[in-house]
């Protein structure tokens, strides 16, 4: 299956924080891959912008580094030369008039322009600022921002009135990443253009979902960002929110920017506030070989969780009883993400009982092995009487499309290309992030004026117990966590 790589129009993208760590690590190498691709026109300009004193050719060095590094390929590559080609570099002061000028020299007229702010938060007002002072941004300029957007509503709504100053909300590409992963957006794929799914989508046919987004990785390295955030900040409120909007969502009247977030936004504040008894936090443990939690997070008195599991209500007609389960976690026994839809059982069962699960279930699997698996009943073979059997109807898309369906762009390529054809329904809107941040804010504040600690789990398990008596309570079980 050969899928058709639609070139975009000529365009400047300045990155500022090219010598960072997401720039080295996705953006450049993203860039890398769709210029090899065919879809970055040769006549483009990707220019680098920080604080670093350094030259075109230093910074062409520097890249070609990190994308040998993350994009596994050869130093000599002919394709990384090519690439390497259209890169530029100026240096910057973000807080004062240094490079702008020579900034605003190097952006040509008639391509598309795009600003990639891969800084910390503190320089976004700054940055757009001086962009803004010094004319180097128009009203077709477009400006992507990267998470986190705030810490509360409050930050949140103070960025995106200090951006509106400068931009309109079309011009604004807030990016999470999850929405760039391909099987992200085949949820809705999966929804709105199959006819199975969307009738028995609602709390009549739906006993619960569990989303899952579990990792093996630590905090080790980032621990200083992550104690201010915790998982709670770090994923529920954009991955997983996302997620769970895709999920519950009504059907879009189109696949149009607008018609998708409106519906997504309609999910977030059909929130129901969360009871403190539906969530668990926890914190991993050392395990004898690396530190726990409180020494990777360099703050032996930390409150901040690692890990948390809630059960959260939408108050719509679609879903009124139809529990959502969260989870997250690091340092949890296996790298998985996946939603799993369970169906209730048919009404009234026409076969003896045999003991085996009845509810059908479907488990789309994000990562890693992207799939769907459909649980299904059926009759055992043989003779002996009608005695039923749960299978599954597996498929991984690796296998269902062929070599390319195991070559996943990453997240970022898509979304940089989409900044540049224009096209916002993968980035967030301002009310949305500021939705999200009103329903997640008083779960923050409530463990900041409570005094109870995450509960502990080991490194390597499924999490703390607390969060499965979170399910046992409701007579449920959550999916084992393996890869
Ligand atoms: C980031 C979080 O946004 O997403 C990290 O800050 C997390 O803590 C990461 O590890 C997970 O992303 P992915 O693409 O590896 O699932």
């Known amino acids: 299956m050969v899928s058709r790589v639609i070139p975009v129009e000529d365009f400047d993208l300045v990155i500022f924080g090219a010598t960072g760590d997401l720039a080295h690590r996705k953006i450049l190498p993203g860039l ?30 520097e890249a070609a580094k990190a994308i040998v590094e993350f994009a596994g390929v050869k130093k000599n590559d002919p394709d990384l030369v090519r690439f390497t080609g259209l890169l ?37 007002g700054d940055i757009a600022e001086r962009l803004h002072g010094h004319g180097i941004t128009d009203k077709h300029s477009r400006i992507v921002v990267e998470k986190p957007f705030g810490r509360d509503l409050e930050t949140a709504r103070a960025l995106n009135t200090m951006l509106a100053q400068h931009f309109r909300e079309q011009q604004i590409y807030r990016i999470d990443h999850y929405l760039g992963k391909e099987t992200v957006q085949n949820l809705m ?10 009738p028995l989508w609602n709390a009549q046919f739906i006993d619960h979902v569990q989303i899952t987004v579990a990792e093996t990785v630590g905090v080790s390295g980032r621990g200083s960002y992550y104690d201010k955030s915790g998982a709670i900040r770090d994923m529920v409120q954009n991955h997983m929110m996302q997620l769970l909007c895709l999920i519950a969502m009504e059907p879009p009247y189109h696949f ?5 977030r409106d519906e997504k936004l309609k999910v977030i504040r059909a929130l129901e506030p969360v009871e403190p008894s539906d969530i668990v936090r926890g914190q991993y443990q050392p395990d004898g070989k690396e530190p726990g939690y409180l020494e990777d997070a360099e703050n032996p008195d930390s409150r901040t969780e690692s890990y948390v599991a809630m059960k959260v209500r939408i108050s719509n007609w679609r879903w009124q009883g139809t529990p959502f389960y969260l989870r997250t976690g690091k340092k949890l026994r296996a790298r998985t993400s996946e939603i799993a839809i369970t169906f209730k059982e048919p009404p009234h069962s026409i076969f003896d009982d045999t ?50 369906g195991a070559d996943m762009p990453d997240a970022y390529e898509r979304l940089i290309m989409d900044v540049i054809r224009g096209n916002q329904t993968l980035f967030m809107r301002g009310d949305e992030v500021e939705a999200a941040w009103a329903w997640t804010d008083p779960i923050i504040r409530a463990w900041e004026d409570g005094k109870q ?19 046992h309570r409701d007579n449920r079980r959550w999916r084992e966590i393996r890869a």
């Not at 891959?33 to 060095?61: C, H, K, L, Y």
């Not at 009943?377 to 070599?403: N, T, W």
């Open 32 to 61: 890398f891959r769709r210029f090899v691709a065919g879809q970055i026109p040769e006549t483009s300009r990707i220019i680098g912008a920080a604080r670093t004193e350094q030259d075109d050719d230093a910074f062409r060095a």
């Open 453 to 471: 600690r995450p509960e502990p789990y080991d490194a390597g398990s499924s999490g703390p117990e607390e969060a499965l008596r979170l399910m």
């Open 189 to 198: 794929a999966v929804r709105f253009a199959n006819i199975l799914f969307e």
């Open 88 to 124: 530029g570099y100026t240096a910057i002061d973000a807080k004062g008039e240094g490079g702008w000028k020579a900034l605003k020299a190097r952006m040509r007229k008639g391509a598309v322009h795009a600003f990639y702010f891969s800084v910390a938060p503190s320089l976004f």
């Open 355 to 404: 003991g085996a699960p009845r509810a059908n279930e479907l488990v789309i699997r994000l990562q890693p092995n992207e799939g769907m698996n459909l649980k299904v009943m059926i009759k055992e073979p043989g003779p002996g009487g009608m005695r039923l059997v749960q299978v599954p109807l597996d498929m991984s898309f690796a296998d269902a499309l062929g070599p390319e």
């Open 256 to 260: 149009d920017p607008n018609a998708v």
